[in-house]
């Protein structure tokens, strides 16, 4: 058995009907939708003042209907009607970004997960302490300059799109950074990134077992940053910074990649303490997830964080990856979604994947 995260109440408003899946239009909601509807559920999009019209160009990936707030902050006061409609809300990204853990957590709808992860996730500390626990092995953090011996990065708190992080080969370099506000000095990590995508299953009784269920590998990514990317095309970062050019880690697209086999045992280790530990420390994960990390030469797999729904890099799979082919074809993290929430259904278990 999984652990009971969601109350008799909560779920009442699903009581004898198909529920409805529904999302925010934005981040991964056209491979959400196209996931649901290919498995015979109705979809509802919560669009921020009008429907976006990119869906008319996307006839599969289109919502039933939508729901209109004038902001994502308003979205509280809609929940009501949220509930009449059956919904089970799909959190992303940029759902949780724009509406704020904080109000996320108190929404007065079934949600896709367990909430509780929400705090463990936004708070550097609390997350490297559940990986570290967890037997992941995470960028050196530095309290102070004075203890750095090698190449760092500097992040700011909250710095959302890595902009402002601070690059520094060594301490004598780091004595040009000048702060304006909380930041932590990080190990910069020589290797190559790899965005791994998870899927968590309570409830599921077969597979790579873990926890109460096991553990699928949905795909894997790796980020397209600006400017850093391309950053070395106009010359070396010395001279840029020189000329007042920084290097920033702003995302602005996915690239498909795949892993040496010989390093898959080693993730799925990986995944399968991270899913242990977090039912220990609140009642554990549930759903996709996203270990990012950097491989180093040694091939030791170096994470600097996790995400805890569908990451955006999942919609490079919306027919399937070079993994999830192997467990069904056509099969994208969406649509795993809504599976999950088929399946619990059928077997009386909703109450283990939402919250
Ligand atoms: P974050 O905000 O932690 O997701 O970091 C944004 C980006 O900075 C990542 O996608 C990486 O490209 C880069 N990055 C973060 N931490 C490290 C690190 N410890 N070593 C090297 N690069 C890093």
Redesign the pocket.
């Known amino acids: 058995m999984g652990t009971v995260l969601a109350s008799r109440a909560r779920l009442s408003c699903l009581e004898g009907r198909r529920p409805t899946i529904a999302t925010l239009c934005s981040h991964s909601s056209l491979q959400i939708f196209h996931g649901a509807r290919t498995e015979g559920f109705p979809t509802l999009g919560i669009a921020t003042g009008a429907p976006p019209r990119f869906y008319d160009a996307f006839p599969l990936a289109r919502p039933d209907r939508f729901v209109t707030v004038p902001t994502v902050k308003d979205l509280p006061s809609v929940d009501g009607r949220l509930r009449d409609e059956g919904v089970i809300l799909i959190p992303h990204g940029s759902f949780v970004e724009y509406l704020g853990a904080t109000a996320f957590g108190k929404l007065d709808v079934p949600v896709f997960g367990n909430r509780a992860v929400l705090d463990w996730e936004s708070d550097r500390r609390k997350s490297r302490e559940w990986l570290e626990s967890a037997g992941c092995s995470m960028?050196e953090r530095y309290e102070d300059a004075s203890e750095v011996d090698g190449p760092v990065?500097v992040?700011y708190y909250g710095?959302k799109?890595?902009k402002g992080?601070f690059l520094a080969k060594n301490r004598e370099a780091l004595a040009d950074f000048q702060p304006t506000g909380p930041y932590v000095i990080?190990?910069?990590?020589?290797g190559t990134?790899y965005y791994m995508h998870f899927f968590y299953s309570p409830i599921s009784d077969r597979g790579y077992r873990a926890g109460s269920g096991s553990i699928e590998l949905l795909g894997m990514d790796r980020?397209d940053?600006a400017n850093?990317d391309e950053l070395y095309k106009l010359g070396a970062q010395e001279e840029l910074l020189r000329a007042g050019i920084r290097p920033t880690?702003v995302?602005t697209g996915n690239v498909p990649v795949v892993l040496r086999e010989s390093l898959l045992p080693r993730a799925f280790e990986l995944a399968a303490g991270v899913v242990e530990r977090s039912i220990e420390l609140f009642g554990g994960m549930v759903g996709p997830f996203c270990l990012?990390g950097?491989m180093t030469e040694d091939l030791e797999f170096?994470v600097?964080?996790i995400s805890t729904r569908i990451v955006a890099g999942t919609n490079l799979f919306i027919s399937g990856s070079p993994y999830s082919d192997l467990i069904e074809p056509g099969l994208s993290t969406g649509r795993r979604i809504a599976q999950e929430i088929h399946r619990a259904r059928e077997t009386g278990r909703l109450d283990e994947i939402l919250s």
């Open positions: 960028p990065i992040k710095a799109g890595g992080f990080q190990e910069y990590v020589l990134r980020r940053e850093i880690f995302v990012e950097i170096k600097f964080e």
